[in-house]
Protein backbone atom coordinates (compact mmCIF):
# COMPACT_ATOMS: atom_id res chain seq x y z
CA UNK A 1 0.00 0.00 0.00
CA UNK A 2 1.34 3.44 -0.62
CA UNK A 3 2.25 5.34 2.10
CA UNK A 4 1.09 9.58 1.46
CA UNK A 5 1.98 12.23 4.03
CA UNK A 6 0.00 15.35 4.52
CA UNK A 7 0.25 18.58 6.35
CA UNK A 8 -2.30 17.87 9.10
CA UNK A 9 -3.25 21.67 9.18
CA UNK A 10 -3.67 21.91 5.45
CA UNK A 11 -5.41 18.18 5.80
CA UNK A 12 -8.19 19.79 8.45
CA UNK A 13 -8.14 22.69 6.72
CA UNK A 14 -9.94 21.26 3.11
CA UNK A 15 -11.91 19.06 5.35
CA UNK A 16 -13.06 21.90 7.24
CA UNK A 17 -12.89 20.17 10.45
CA UNK A 18 -9.97 19.87 13.26
CA UNK A 19 -9.78 16.27 14.87
CA UNK A 20 -7.90 14.56 17.25
CA UNK A 21 -5.66 11.76 16.39
CA UNK A 22 -7.60 9.19 17.46
CA UNK A 23 -10.71 10.95 15.60
CA UNK A 24 -9.12 11.14 12.29
CA UNK A 25 -7.45 7.30 12.65
CA UNK A 26 -11.07 6.17 12.93
CA UNK A 27 -12.06 8.42 10.09
CA UNK A 28 -9.90 7.01 8.01
CA UNK A 29 -10.63 2.96 9.34
CA UNK A 30 -14.37 4.12 8.16
CA UNK A 31 -13.25 5.02 4.86
CA UNK A 32 -10.89 1.81 4.21
CA UNK A 33 -7.53 3.84 5.06
CA UNK A 34 -5.11 3.46 8.21
CA UNK A 35 -3.29 5.91 10.05
CA UNK A 36 0.25 4.81 9.38
CA UNK A 37 2.25 7.29 11.63
CA UNK A 38 2.26 10.86 13.06
CA UNK A 39 5.55 12.43 12.57
CA UNK A 40 6.83 15.93 11.66
CA UNK A 41 8.95 17.38 8.76
CA UNK A 42 11.94 17.96 10.96
CA UNK A 43 11.95 14.08 12.38
CA UNK A 44 11.63 12.52 8.74
CA UNK A 45 14.60 15.03 7.28
CA UNK A 46 16.90 13.71 10.54
CA UNK A 47 16.18 10.29 9.63
CA UNK A 48 16.78 10.72 5.65
CA UNK A 49 19.44 13.29 5.55
CA UNK A 50 20.90 13.74 9.43
CA UNK A 51 20.76 16.13 12.12
CA UNK A 52 22.63 18.69 10.70
CA UNK A 53 19.69 19.43 7.55
CA UNK A 54 16.82 18.83 10.40
CA UNK A 55 17.26 22.35 12.00
CA UNK A 56 16.46 23.92 8.27
CA UNK A 57 13.01 22.00 8.61
CA UNK A 58 9.71 23.36 10.48
CA UNK A 59 8.46 20.99 13.63
CA UNK A 60 4.51 21.30 11.59
CA UNK A 61 2.60 17.61 12.03
CA UNK A 62 2.58 15.54 9.17
CA UNK A 63 -0.05 12.43 9.08
CA UNK A 64 1.35 9.41 6.79
CA UNK A 65 -1.91 7.85 5.55
CA UNK A 66 -1.39 4.19 4.04
CA UNK A 67 -4.31 4.18 0.72
CA UNK A 68 -4.83 1.51 -1.10
CA UNK A 69 -2.54 0.67 -4.11
CA UNK A 70 -5.28 0.84 -7.11
CA UNK A 71 -6.97 4.44 -5.69
CA UNK A 72 -4.86 7.05 -7.18
CA UNK A 73 -7.14 9.49 -6.51
CA UNK A 74 -6.27 9.16 -3.03
CA UNK A 75 -2.33 10.14 -3.13
CA UNK A 76 -2.96 13.76 -3.12
CA UNK A 77 -4.52 16.15 -0.64
CA UNK A 78 -7.11 17.10 -3.25
CA UNK A 79 -8.40 13.51 -4.17
CA UNK A 80 -8.24 12.31 -0.29
CA UNK A 81 -10.11 15.47 1.18
CA UNK A 82 -12.84 15.20 -1.55
CA UNK A 83 -13.46 11.49 -1.46
CA UNK A 84 -13.74 11.90 2.31
CA UNK A 85 -16.05 14.58 2.37
CA UNK A 86 -18.49 12.90 0.10
CA UNK A 87 -18.36 10.56 2.44
CA UNK A 88 -19.47 12.23 5.27
CA UNK A 89 -21.81 13.50 3.02
CA UNK A 90 -20.36 17.10 3.74
CA UNK A 91 -19.80 17.52 -0.06
CA UNK A 92 -22.03 16.54 -3.29
CA UNK A 93 -20.42 14.61 -5.84
CA UNK A 94 -18.84 16.69 -8.49
CA UNK A 95 -19.48 16.04 -11.80
CA UNK A 96 -16.16 16.47 -14.16
CA UNK A 97 -16.95 17.69 -17.39
CA UNK A 98 -14.54 18.49 -20.67
CA UNK A 99 -14.75 21.63 -22.79
CA UNK A 100 -14.32 21.79 -26.06
CA UNK A 101 -12.99 25.30 -27.27
CA UNK A 102 -13.10 26.57 -30.88
CA UNK A 103 -9.51 26.25 -31.93
CA UNK A 104 -8.36 22.73 -29.34
CA UNK A 105 -5.07 23.08 -28.69
CA UNK A 106 -2.92 20.08 -31.41
CA UNK A 107 -0.33 17.41 -30.49
CA UNK A 108 0.99 16.33 -33.31
CA UNK A 109 2.40 12.27 -32.82
CA UNK A 110 4.95 11.50 -35.35
CA UNK A 111 5.73 8.03 -36.88
CA UNK A 112 9.38 8.05 -35.55
CA UNK A 113 7.98 7.69 -31.90
CA UNK A 114 6.37 4.14 -33.16
CA UNK A 115 8.95 1.81 -31.92
CA UNK A 116 9.97 3.96 -29.02
CA UNK A 117 7.10 5.46 -26.54
CA UNK A 118 3.99 5.11 -29.52
CA UNK A 119 1.57 7.04 -27.54
CA UNK A 120 0.50 10.16 -26.35
CA UNK A 121 -2.58 12.27 -24.50
CA UNK A 122 -3.16 15.48 -23.49
CA UNK A 123 -5.23 18.36 -21.97
CA UNK A 124 -5.39 21.81 -20.69
CA UNK A 125 -6.19 23.27 -17.14
CA UNK A 126 -7.20 26.56 -17.99
CA UNK A 127 -7.64 29.79 -16.05
CA UNK A 128 -5.84 27.76 -12.80
CA UNK A 129 -5.10 29.41 -10.15
CA UNK A 130 -2.37 28.03 -7.52
CA UNK A 131 -1.56 28.78 -3.94
CA UNK A 132 2.15 27.44 -2.42
CA UNK A 133 0.14 24.77 -1.08
CA UNK A 134 -1.70 23.45 -4.36
CA UNK A 135 1.38 23.33 -6.49
CA UNK A 136 3.40 21.75 -3.90
CA UNK A 137 0.34 18.86 -4.23
CA UNK A 138 0.26 19.36 -7.85
CA UNK A 139 4.08 18.49 -8.39
CA UNK A 140 3.76 15.46 -5.75
CA UNK A 141 0.92 13.64 -7.01
CA UNK A 142 2.88 13.45 -10.23
CA UNK A 143 5.81 12.15 -8.52
CA UNK A 144 3.56 9.67 -6.48
CA UNK A 145 1.83 8.34 -9.87
CA UNK A 146 5.39 8.05 -11.65
CA UNK A 147 6.14 5.72 -9.23
CA UNK A 148 3.26 3.64 -8.87
CA UNK A 149 1.16 3.39 -12.00
CA UNK A 150 3.65 4.60 -14.20
CA UNK A 151 6.00 1.88 -12.46
CA UNK A 152 9.02 4.21 -12.48
CA UNK A 153 8.33 6.04 -16.11
CA UNK A 154 8.41 3.33 -18.04
CA UNK A 155 4.97 2.71 -18.89
CA UNK A 156 3.56 6.38 -18.87
CA UNK A 157 5.50 9.91 -17.66
CA UNK A 158 4.12 13.32 -17.59
CA UNK A 159 5.19 16.87 -18.20
CA UNK A 160 3.82 20.11 -17.39
CA UNK A 161 4.11 23.17 -18.88
CA UNK A 162 2.85 26.98 -18.96
CA UNK A 163 1.06 27.73 -21.92
CA UNK A 164 1.23 30.93 -22.17
CA UNK A 165 5.42 30.78 -22.89
CA UNK A 166 4.43 28.29 -25.28
CA UNK A 167 2.42 27.85 -28.64
CA UNK A 168 0.69 24.91 -30.58
CA UNK A 169 0.23 23.26 -32.31
CA UNK A 170 3.13 20.93 -30.20
CA UNK A 171 4.74 18.13 -32.12
CA UNK A 172 5.43 14.81 -30.40
CA UNK A 173 8.71 12.76 -32.56
CA UNK A 174 12.11 11.16 -32.19
CA UNK A 175 15.18 12.22 -32.78
CA UNK A 176 18.91 11.82 -32.77
CA UNK A 177 20.20 12.58 -29.13
CA UNK A 178 23.08 15.19 -30.90
CA UNK A 179 19.93 17.18 -32.31
CA UNK A 180 18.11 17.36 -29.04
CA UNK A 181 19.51 20.50 -27.73
CA UNK A 182 17.51 22.71 -25.16
CA UNK A 183 17.89 24.27 -21.54
CA UNK A 184 16.94 21.47 -19.03
CA UNK A 185 14.43 21.94 -16.43
CA UNK A 186 16.84 24.15 -13.48
CA UNK A 187 20.17 23.88 -15.63
CA UNK A 188 21.78 27.23 -15.97
CA UNK A 189 22.22 26.82 -20.10
CA UNK A 190 21.57 24.90 -22.94
CA UNK A 191 22.90 21.57 -23.65
CA UNK A 192 22.65 18.62 -25.78
CA UNK A 193 20.82 15.60 -24.65
CA UNK A 194 23.75 12.94 -25.06
CA UNK A 195 25.31 15.78 -22.80
CA UNK A 196 21.92 15.42 -20.52
CA UNK A 197 22.11 11.39 -20.17
CA UNK A 198 25.72 12.03 -19.08
CA UNK A 199 24.90 14.66 -16.45
CA UNK A 200 22.20 12.79 -14.97
CA UNK A 201 24.22 9.61 -14.39
CA UNK A 202 25.22 11.99 -10.86
CA UNK A 203 21.95 12.30 -10.70
CA UNK A 204 20.33 10.58 -7.22
CA UNK A 205 16.68 11.19 -8.56
CA UNK A 206 16.77 11.33 -12.46
CA UNK A 207 19.81 8.48 -13.02
CA UNK A 208 16.92 5.76 -12.47
CA UNK A 209 14.95 6.66 -15.46
CA UNK A 210 17.88 6.94 -18.08
CA UNK A 211 18.28 3.29 -19.07
CA UNK A 212 14.42 3.77 -20.46
CA UNK A 213 16.05 5.09 -23.24
CA UNK A 214 19.49 5.62 -23.62
CA UNK A 215 20.42 2.71 -25.23
CA UNK A 216 17.87 3.62 -28.15
CA UNK A 217 19.31 5.47 -31.21
CA UNK A 218 16.35 8.22 -30.93
CA UNK A 219 15.15 10.04 -28.43
CA UNK A 220 11.08 10.79 -28.03
CA UNK A 221 11.06 15.00 -27.94
CA UNK A 222 8.08 17.61 -27.90
CA UNK A 223 8.53 20.56 -29.93
CA UNK A 224 5.93 23.49 -29.91
CA UNK A 225 5.17 25.46 -32.83
CA UNK A 226 8.38 27.66 -32.84
CA UNK A 227 10.69 24.91 -32.47
CA UNK A 228 11.25 25.14 -28.62
CA UNK A 229 11.21 21.85 -26.72
CA UNK A 230 9.19 21.47 -24.07
CA UNK A 231 10.28 18.01 -22.92
CA UNK A 232 12.53 14.94 -23.68
CA UNK A 233 10.08 12.32 -22.07
CA UNK A 234 10.33 10.35 -19.95
CA UNK A 235 13.46 11.96 -18.73
CA UNK A 236 13.06 15.52 -18.01
CA UNK A 237 11.23 18.56 -18.77
CA UNK A 238 12.40 21.90 -20.48
CA UNK A 239 12.81 25.07 -18.24
CA UNK A 240 11.57 27.38 -21.01
CA UNK A 241 8.00 26.24 -20.16
CA UNK A 242 8.19 25.37 -17.00
CA UNK A 243 5.04 26.29 -14.11
CA UNK A 244 4.93 28.45 -11.81
CA UNK A 245 2.85 29.88 -8.51
CA UNK A 246 1.76 32.87 -11.60
CA UNK A 247 0.40 29.78 -14.68
CA UNK A 248 -2.60 30.48 -15.19
CA UNK A 249 -3.22 27.69 -18.04
CA UNK A 250 -1.50 24.35 -18.02
CA UNK A 251 -0.50 22.25 -20.62
CA UNK A 252 -0.20 18.45 -19.97
CA UNK A 253 1.27 15.98 -22.21
CA UNK A 254 1.64 12.17 -21.28
CA UNK A 255 3.51 9.52 -23.27
CA UNK A 256 3.64 6.23 -22.77
CA UNK A 257 3.95 2.62 -24.45
CA UNK A 258 0.83 1.69 -22.58
CA UNK A 259 -2.30 4.20 -23.59
CA UNK A 260 -4.63 2.43 -21.21
CA UNK A 261 -2.71 3.37 -18.19
CA UNK A 262 -1.99 6.85 -20.27
CA UNK A 263 -5.31 7.59 -20.18
CA UNK A 264 -6.26 7.09 -16.16
CA UNK A 265 -3.20 8.48 -15.30
CA UNK A 266 -4.25 11.75 -17.60
CA UNK A 267 -8.06 11.65 -15.50
CA UNK A 268 -6.59 11.58 -12.46
CA UNK A 269 -4.48 14.21 -12.77
CA UNK A 270 -7.19 16.41 -14.23
CA UNK A 271 -9.80 15.67 -11.93
CA UNK A 272 -7.88 16.12 -8.65
CA UNK A 273 -6.94 19.60 -9.67
CA UNK A 274 -9.67 21.01 -12.18
CA UNK A 275 -11.14 22.61 -8.88
CA UNK A 276 -8.47 25.29 -8.91
CA UNK A 277 -9.59 26.29 -12.27
CA UNK A 278 -11.99 28.74 -13.18
CA UNK A 279 -14.87 27.03 -14.04
CA UNK A 280 -14.36 24.17 -11.18
CA UNK A 281 -14.32 20.47 -12.45
CA UNK A 282 -13.73 21.51 -15.93
CA UNK A 283 -11.01 20.14 -18.24
CA UNK A 284 -9.90 21.46 -21.67
CA UNK A 285 -9.60 18.67 -24.44
CA UNK A 286 -6.94 18.69 -27.21
CA UNK A 287 -6.86 17.56 -30.85
CA UNK A 288 -4.48 14.23 -31.09
CA UNK A 289 -3.14 13.53 -34.67
CA UNK A 290 -2.21 10.37 -35.24
CA UNK A 291 0.27 8.90 -37.80
CA UNK A 292 -2.15 6.95 -39.40
CA UNK A 293 -4.54 10.11 -40.16
CA UNK A 294 -6.75 9.33 -37.42
CA UNK A 295 -7.78 12.74 -34.98
CA UNK A 296 -9.31 12.02 -31.49
CA UNK A 297 -9.53 14.04 -28.17
CA UNK A 298 -8.39 13.93 -24.66
CA UNK A 299 -9.33 13.95 -22.04
CA UNK A 300 -12.65 11.67 -22.50
CA UNK A 301 -12.99 12.21 -18.59
CA UNK A 302 -15.98 9.18 -19.85
CA UNK A 303 -18.66 7.98 -17.04
CA UNK A 304 -19.28 4.51 -17.03
CA UNK A 305 -22.41 2.83 -16.09
CA UNK A 306 -22.86 -0.41 -13.87
CA UNK A 307 -25.86 -2.02 -12.98
CA UNK A 308 -26.07 -4.52 -9.91
CA UNK A 309 -28.55 -6.77 -8.40
CA UNK A 310 -28.72 -5.89 -4.74
CA UNK A 311 -29.58 -9.60 -3.66
CA UNK A 312 -26.40 -10.51 -5.20
CA UNK A 313 -24.73 -7.96 -3.19
CA UNK A 314 -26.58 -8.53 0.42
CA UNK A 315 -25.39 -12.45 0.11
CA UNK A 316 -21.67 -11.71 -1.04
CA UNK A 317 -20.90 -9.32 2.00
CA UNK A 318 -23.23 -11.04 4.59
CA UNK A 319 -25.59 -8.29 5.61
CA UNK A 320 -29.46 -7.57 4.73
CA UNK A 321 -30.69 -3.86 3.66
CA UNK A 322 -32.25 -2.40 0.79
CA UNK A 323 -31.32 -0.99 -2.54
CA UNK A 324 -32.03 2.16 -1.45
CA UNK A 325 -29.85 1.77 1.56
CA UNK A 326 -27.57 0.60 -0.99
CA UNK A 327 -27.95 3.44 -2.96
CA UNK A 328 -27.32 5.84 0.29
CA UNK A 329 -23.58 3.88 0.53
CA UNK A 330 -22.50 4.09 -2.99
CA UNK A 331 -23.36 8.16 -3.26
CA UNK A 332 -21.24 8.57 -0.03
CA UNK A 333 -18.22 6.69 -1.95
CA UNK A 334 -18.47 8.65 -4.95
CA UNK A 335 -20.44 6.64 -7.03
CA UNK A 336 -23.63 8.25 -8.09
CA UNK A 337 -26.52 5.51 -7.57
CA UNK A 338 -30.50 5.08 -8.45
CA UNK A 339 -33.24 2.65 -8.17
CA UNK A 340 -34.48 1.31 -11.58
CA UNK A 341 -38.29 -0.19 -11.76
CA UNK A 342 -36.92 -3.77 -11.64
CA UNK A 343 -34.76 -3.18 -8.31
CA UNK A 344 -31.82 -3.29 -9.73
CA UNK A 345 -28.92 -0.34 -8.78
CA UNK A 346 -27.80 1.45 -11.68
CA UNK A 347 -24.51 2.91 -10.80
CA UNK A 348 -22.38 5.80 -12.43
CA UNK A 349 -18.67 5.30 -12.28
CA UNK A 350 -16.56 8.54 -12.04
CA UNK A 351 -13.72 8.85 -14.42
CA UNK A 352 -11.59 9.27 -10.96
CA UNK A 353 -12.60 5.66 -10.08
CA UNK A 354 -10.39 3.95 -12.60
CA UNK A 355 -10.09 0.90 -9.63
CA UNK A 356 -13.64 -0.27 -10.41
CA UNK A 357 -13.79 -2.61 -12.92
CA UNK A 358 -16.20 -5.39 -11.85
CA UNK A 359 -19.79 -5.21 -10.06
CA UNK A 360 -17.22 -7.03 -7.30
CA UNK A 361 -15.96 -3.54 -6.73
CA UNK A 362 -19.23 -1.87 -6.21
CA UNK A 363 -20.01 -4.15 -3.68
CA UNK A 364 -16.71 -3.82 -1.80
CA UNK A 365 -17.61 -0.01 -1.33
CA UNK A 366 -20.83 -0.96 0.13
CA UNK A 367 -19.23 -3.15 2.25
CA UNK A 368 -16.64 -0.12 2.97
CA UNK A 369 -19.24 2.09 3.48
CA UNK A 370 -21.59 0.32 5.25
CA UNK A 371 -18.32 -1.08 7.60
CA UNK A 372 -16.85 -4.07 8.50
CA UNK A 373 -17.22 -4.28 12.02
CA UNK A 374 -20.78 -3.72 11.51
CA UNK A 375 -21.03 -7.19 9.72
CA UNK A 376 -22.69 -9.72 11.85
CA UNK A 377 -20.21 -12.72 11.85
CA UNK A 378 -21.91 -16.17 11.22
CA UNK A 379 -21.35 -19.81 10.80
CA UNK A 380 -21.15 -20.85 7.26
CA UNK A 381 -24.12 -22.66 5.72
CA UNK A 382 -22.11 -25.31 4.39
CA UNK A 383 -19.66 -27.88 6.59
CA UNK A 384 -16.19 -29.19 5.66
CA UNK A 385 -13.21 -30.46 6.85
CA UNK A 386 -10.20 -29.07 5.46
CA UNK A 387 -7.44 -31.50 5.37
CA UNK A 388 -3.41 -31.35 4.21
CA UNK A 389 -2.05 -31.15 1.33
CA UNK A 390 -0.26 -34.55 0.56
CA UNK A 391 2.53 -33.20 -0.36
CA UNK A 392 2.77 -30.73 2.23
CA UNK A 393 2.27 -33.82 4.43
CA UNK A 394 5.29 -35.86 3.03
CA UNK A 395 7.80 -32.27 3.26
CA UNK A 396 6.68 -32.52 7.06
CA UNK A 397 7.15 -35.67 8.17
CA UNK A 398 10.94 -34.96 5.99
CA UNK A 399 11.74 -31.95 8.14
CA UNK A 400 11.40 -33.96 11.20
CA UNK A 401 13.32 -36.94 9.82
CA UNK A 402 16.10 -34.40 8.74
CA UNK A 403 15.44 -32.12 12.09
CA UNK A 404 16.19 -35.32 13.90
CA UNK A 405 19.83 -36.10 12.13
CA UNK A 406 21.27 -32.90 13.43
CA UNK A 407 20.41 -30.39 10.98
CA UNK A 408 18.92 -27.32 11.60
CA UNK A 409 15.84 -25.47 9.30
CA UNK A 410 16.59 -22.69 7.21
CA UNK A 411 14.10 -20.81 5.40
CA UNK A 412 15.64 -18.43 2.78
CA UNK A 413 14.03 -16.12 0.50
CA UNK A 414 12.27 -17.03 -2.79
CA UNK A 415 13.94 -14.27 -4.96
CA UNK A 416 17.47 -13.61 -5.56
CA UNK A 417 19.94 -11.72 -7.25
CA UNK A 418 20.66 -13.05 -10.78
CA UNK A 419 24.60 -13.99 -9.94
CA UNK A 420 23.46 -16.00 -6.92
CA UNK A 421 21.97 -18.44 -9.32
CA UNK A 422 24.26 -17.51 -12.18
CA UNK A 423 28.01 -16.74 -11.74
CA UNK A 424 28.08 -17.56 -8.30
CA UNK A 425 27.37 -21.09 -8.69
CA UNK A 426 29.99 -21.57 -11.77
CA UNK A 427 26.87 -21.97 -14.15
CA UNK A 428 26.77 -18.45 -16.62
CA UNK A 429 23.68 -20.44 -18.39
CA UNK A 430 21.80 -20.62 -14.83
CA UNK A 431 19.27 -17.62 -15.67
CA UNK A 432 17.83 -19.91 -18.95
CA UNK A 433 14.93 -20.94 -16.83
CA UNK A 434 14.53 -17.96 -14.74
CA UNK A 435 11.24 -15.93 -13.94
CA UNK A 436 12.66 -12.16 -13.75
CA UNK A 437 11.40 -9.43 -11.80
CA UNK A 438 10.10 -6.69 -13.97
CA UNK A 439 10.60 -3.89 -11.25
CA UNK A 440 13.28 -5.44 -8.66
CA UNK A 441 13.11 -3.39 -5.42
CA UNK A 442 16.62 -4.13 -5.19
CA UNK A 443 19.70 -6.14 -6.58
CA UNK A 444 18.87 -8.70 -4.46
CA UNK A 445 15.39 -9.59 -5.20
CA UNK A 446 16.24 -9.25 -9.06
CA UNK A 447 14.60 -13.22 -9.88
CA UNK A 448 12.67 -16.25 -8.68
CA UNK A 449 15.21 -18.81 -7.43
CA UNK A 450 15.71 -21.68 -9.26
CA UNK A 451 18.16 -23.78 -6.98
CA UNK A 452 18.20 -23.92 -3.30
CA UNK A 453 21.81 -24.01 -2.86
CA UNK A 454 22.79 -20.59 -3.30
CA UNK A 455 20.22 -19.85 -0.39
CA UNK A 456 21.92 -22.54 1.88
CA UNK A 457 25.41 -21.08 1.04
CA UNK A 458 24.63 -17.55 2.30
CA UNK A 459 22.69 -18.78 5.39
CA UNK A 460 25.81 -20.34 6.03
CA UNK A 461 28.03 -17.34 5.26
CA UNK A 462 25.89 -15.94 7.41
CA UNK A 463 26.51 -17.53 10.35
CA UNK A 464 30.23 -18.04 10.39
CA UNK A 465 30.64 -17.05 13.98
CA UNK A 466 28.64 -20.46 14.55
CA UNK A 467 30.45 -23.22 16.00
CA UNK A 468 31.47 -26.24 13.48
CA UNK A 469 29.64 -28.22 12.12
CA UNK A 470 26.99 -25.86 10.56
CA UNK A 471 24.01 -28.42 9.40
CA UNK A 472 21.43 -26.85 8.09
CA UNK A 473 18.33 -27.94 5.07
CA UNK A 474 15.50 -26.08 3.68
CA UNK A 475 12.19 -27.93 1.84
CA UNK A 476 10.88 -24.93 -0.23
CA UNK A 477 9.57 -23.94 -3.72
CA UNK A 478 11.33 -22.95 -6.64
CA UNK A 479 9.97 -21.05 -9.45
CA UNK A 480 10.66 -22.39 -12.90
CA UNK A 481 9.96 -21.45 -17.07
CA UNK A 482 7.31 -23.70 -18.22
CA UNK A 483 5.81 -22.92 -21.57
CA UNK A 484 3.25 -25.43 -21.07
CA UNK A 485 1.47 -23.75 -17.78
CA UNK A 486 -1.37 -20.78 -18.04
CA UNK A 487 1.13 -18.41 -15.95
CA UNK A 488 4.67 -19.57 -18.23
CA UNK A 489 5.98 -20.58 -14.84
CA UNK A 490 5.61 -23.62 -12.21
CA UNK A 491 6.87 -24.58 -8.80
CA UNK A 492 8.99 -27.34 -7.63
CA UNK A 493 9.20 -28.57 -4.27
CA UNK A 494 12.96 -29.48 -3.60
CA UNK A 495 15.31 -30.08 -0.05
CA UNK A 496 18.16 -29.08 -0.01
CA UNK A 497 21.00 -29.85 2.96
CA UNK A 498 24.59 -28.75 3.48
CA UNK A 499 27.08 -29.68 5.81
CA UNK A 500 30.38 -26.79 6.75
CA UNK A 501 32.85 -28.70 8.47
CA UNK A 502 36.92 -28.87 8.48
CA UNK A 503 36.14 -31.46 6.01
CA UNK A 504 33.70 -31.37 3.34
CA UNK A 505 32.10 -34.14 5.43
CA UNK A 506 30.57 -35.98 1.93
CA UNK A 507 29.99 -39.48 3.83
CA UNK A 508 27.73 -37.07 6.41
CA UNK A 509 25.57 -35.83 3.16
CA UNK A 510 25.75 -39.25 1.76
CA UNK A 511 24.49 -40.94 4.75
CA UNK A 512 21.78 -38.51 5.41
CA UNK A 513 20.58 -38.69 1.69
CA UNK A 514 20.29 -43.11 2.65
CA UNK A 515 18.25 -42.41 6.23
CA UNK A 516 15.88 -39.94 3.85
CA UNK A 517 15.39 -42.74 1.48
CA UNK A 518 15.06 -45.53 4.40
CA UNK A 519 11.80 -43.93 5.98
CA UNK A 520 10.74 -43.27 2.38
CA UNK A 521 10.53 -47.13 2.03
CA UNK A 522 12.85 -46.90 -1.05
CA UNK A 523 15.55 -49.29 -1.34
CA UNK A 524 19.07 -49.18 -2.75
CA UNK A 525 19.53 -50.89 -5.76
CA UNK A 526 22.34 -52.14 -7.64
CA UNK A 527 22.30 -50.14 -11.58
CA UNK A 528 23.33 -53.31 -13.35
CA UNK A 529 20.86 -55.12 -11.95
CA UNK A 530 17.53 -53.14 -11.57
CA UNK A 531 18.11 -49.82 -12.96
CA UNK A 532 14.63 -48.87 -13.16
CA UNK A 533 13.63 -49.56 -9.21
CA UNK A 534 15.14 -48.01 -5.88
CA UNK A 535 17.43 -45.25 -6.09
CA UNK A 536 21.21 -45.29 -6.92
CA UNK A 537 23.74 -42.30 -7.60
CA UNK A 538 25.97 -42.32 -10.37
CA UNK A 539 29.19 -40.02 -11.80
CA UNK A 540 28.61 -36.84 -12.54
CA UNK A 541 29.88 -33.42 -13.60
CA UNK A 542 28.72 -29.96 -12.27
CA UNK A 543 30.72 -26.67 -12.37
CA UNK A 544 29.15 -26.03 -8.93
CA UNK A 545 30.83 -29.08 -7.24
CA UNK A 546 34.22 -30.48 -7.28
CA UNK A 547 35.72 -32.15 -9.94
CA UNK A 548 35.32 -35.77 -9.63
CA UNK A 549 33.46 -35.74 -6.71
CA UNK A 550 29.98 -35.02 -7.54
CA UNK A 551 27.37 -37.34 -8.40
CA UNK A 552 23.50 -37.46 -9.76
CA UNK A 553 20.61 -39.35 -7.82
CA UNK A 554 19.13 -41.57 -9.53
CA UNK A 555 14.84 -42.74 -8.51
CA UNK A 556 13.54 -45.25 -10.45
CA UNK A 557 15.24 -44.16 -13.92
CA UNK A 558 14.88 -40.77 -13.32
CA UNK A 559 17.72 -37.95 -12.23
CA UNK A 560 16.48 -36.56 -9.44
CA UNK A 561 18.86 -34.13 -8.24
CA UNK A 562 22.66 -34.49 -7.26
CA UNK A 563 25.31 -33.96 -4.37
CA UNK A 564 28.91 -33.34 -3.74
CA UNK A 565 31.96 -31.28 -2.73
CA UNK A 566 30.91 -27.73 -3.44
CA UNK A 567 33.82 -26.17 -5.41
CA UNK A 568 36.25 -23.84 -4.03
CA UNK A 569 35.65 -20.89 -6.14
CA UNK A 570 31.66 -21.44 -5.21
CA UNK A 571 32.69 -21.00 -1.75
CA UNK A 572 34.86 -17.97 -2.38
CA UNK A 573 31.80 -16.66 -4.07
CA UNK A 574 29.70 -17.13 -1.25
CA UNK A 575 32.79 -15.55 1.29
CA UNK A 576 32.36 -19.28 3.17
CA UNK A 577 36.07 -20.28 4.49
CA UNK A 578 35.43 -23.73 5.24
CA UNK A 579 34.68 -26.96 2.94
CA UNK A 580 31.31 -27.89 2.33
CA UNK A 581 29.22 -30.91 0.53
CA UNK A 582 25.47 -30.44 -0.38
CA UNK A 583 22.66 -32.09 -2.25
CA UNK A 584 19.08 -30.74 -3.66
CA UNK A 585 16.61 -32.91 -4.81
CA UNK A 586 13.18 -32.71 -6.19
CA UNK A 587 11.15 -33.81 -3.72
CA UNK A 588 7.61 -33.74 -6.01
CA UNK A 589 9.01 -36.48 -7.67
CA UNK A 590 8.78 -39.21 -4.40
CA UNK A 591 5.22 -38.13 -4.20
CA UNK A 592 2.83 -40.95 -4.28
CA UNK A 593 -0.66 -42.13 -2.26
CA UNK A 594 1.57 -44.84 -0.64
CA UNK A 595 4.09 -43.13 0.82
CA UNK A 596 1.75 -39.73 1.30
CA UNK A 597 -0.90 -41.97 3.24
Not at 11 to 28: K, M, S, V
Not at 41 to 70: C, L
Not at 388 to 399: E, F, G, W, Y
Not at 519 to 546: C, M, Q
Request: proline fraction near 5%; include cysteine.
Amino acid sequence: MPTVSFRRDLLFEALGQEYTEEEFDELCFEYGLELDGVTSEKMMVSKEKGEAKAGEASEEIIYKIDVPANRYDLLCLEGLTRNMLVFQQKMKIPHYKTVVPIRPQQLIIDKAVEKIRPFAVGAVLRNITFTQASYNSFIDLQEKLHHNICRKRTLVSMGTHDLDKIEGPFTYTAKPPNEIVFRALNQPKETSAIELMELYKSDNQLKHFLHIIEKEPLYPVIYDKNGIVLSMPPIINSHHSKITLDTKNVFIEITATDEHKAKIVLDILTTSFSCYCKDKFSVEVIDLLKADGTITQTPLLAYREEVIQPKWANNIIGISISGKEMEILLNRMFIKSEMLPDGRLRCIIPPSRADIIHACDIYEDIAISYGYNNIRKRIPNTSTIGYQLPINKLCDLVKMEIALAGFTEGLTFCLCSKDDISDKLNHPEGLNEAVHIENPKGLDFEVARTTLLSGMLKTVANNKSHPLPVQVFEISDVVLLDSTKDVGARNERRLCAINCNKTPGFEVIHGLLDRLMTVLAVKPTNIASAPLEGYHIRKFEDSAFFPGRCAEIVYNGTVIGKMGVIHPEVLQNFEIANPCAAFEINMELFFSKTICA
